[in-house]
């Protein structure tokens, strides 16, 4: 025969549990933003330039990224001897691909300029959820090709969901999965990365990353550079 709990004792310890569980979640993300360089010295960064380069189905392509945060971004795409970019502010976007028949740039939907709004931000998205209204959630852990992971989701204001798989080891993100609608259809997206390393800025960024496009790896970061602003109008 079994003996029930009582109601009361019951509560507090639901309730204990929940706390731990709260608690647990917030050291996790603690340890991640000091994994990453800390929450000052990400908050000193505004502008940043990154040169990379990946292969995409066999073709090697090189790619420069200029980013002012939270205003706009601008990747240079070099492939087949052509150069196309695609650009993304906080009002609008473009896309000029050359090697896919386009012959001038053309402006994205405005669905995709909202969904694509985060893509602006340089810090990491630990450090600004709770101002942009999204949640987080610690679901229990998982592992990615024999690491042992945090499973974490992060629902935005439009409920779009990304789960980001963190290594209980030293608390960088190994993984992210997400969903999001591009020209009106859903896709998942995951990535995975690698490699990290320390710039003199005193953040840590991960140089290899690993996507549905293919591989890429960063070859090179200036931290707050200038940047013209101007280059983020379309050329052509």
Same mark, same amino acid.
């Given at each position: 025969m079994?003996?029930?709990l009582?109601?009361l004792?019951?509560?507090?310890?639901?309730? #204990?549990?929940f706390?731990?569980k709260?608690?647990?979640l917030?050291e996790?993300?603690?340890?991640h933003?000091?994994a990453?360089?800390?929450?000052?010295n990400?908050?000193?960064v505004?502008s940043?330039?990154?040169?990379?380069?990946?292969?995409?189905?066999?073709a090697?392509?090189?790619i420069t990224i +200029?980013?002012?945060?939270e205003k $706009?971004?601008? $990747?240079?795409?070099?492939?087949?001897?052509?150069?196309?970019y695609?650009?993304l502010?906080?009002?609008?976007?473009?896309?000029y691909?050359?090697w896919?028949?386009q012959?001038?740039a053309?402006?994205l939907? $405005?669905e995709d300029?909202k969904?694509a709004?985060d893509?602006?931000?340089?810090?990491?998205? #630990?450090l600004t +959820?709770?101002?942009k209204?999204?949640k987080?959630?610690?679901v229990?852990?998982?592992?990615?090709?024999?690491t042992?992971c945090?499973?974490?989701t992060m629902t935005d204001?439009?409920?779009?969901?990304?789960t +980001? +798989?963190?290594n209980? $080891?030293?608390y960088h993100i190994?993984k992210?999965t997400s969903?999001?609608t591009?020209?009106?259809?859903?896709m998942?997206?995951?990535?995975?990365?690698?490699n990290y390393?320390?710039?003199?800025a005193g953040?840590v960024?991960?140089?290899n990353?690993?996507?549905?496009?293919?591989?890429?790896e960063?070859?090179?970061v200036?931290?707050?550079p200038n940047?013209d602003?101007?280059i983020?109008k379309p050329?052509?």
């Open positions: 079994t003996r029930k009582p109601l004792l019951l509560l507090v310890l639901t309730a #204990f549990g706390q731990t709260a608690q647990s917030e996790i993300v603690k340890k933003i000091e990453i360089g800390g929450a000052e990400w908050k000193k505004k940043m330039k990154s040169v990379a380069k990946m292969n995409a189905q066999g090697e392509v090189m +200029y980013q002012v945060h $706009a971004m601008k $990747a240079e795409i070099s492939v087949m001897g052509m150069l196309g695609q650009i502010t906080n009002q609008a976007g473009w896309g691909m050359p896919g028949g012959t001038k053309e402006p939907t $405005a300029v969904s709004q893509q602006l931000s340089i810090l990491d998205e #630990f +959820y709770q101002a209204g999204k987080i959630e610690l229990g852990k998982d592992d990615v090709e024999g042992e945090f499973k974490i204001k439009d409920n779009k969901i990304t +980001y +798989y963190i209980t $080891a030293d190994v992210t969903k999001s591009v020209n009106g259809k859903e998942e997206s995951t990535s995975l990365f690698s390393k320390k710039l003199d953040i960024l991960a140089m990353t690993n996507g549905d496009m293919g591989e890429m960063i070859t090179s200036e931290v707050n940047i602003e101007n983020f050329s052509n």
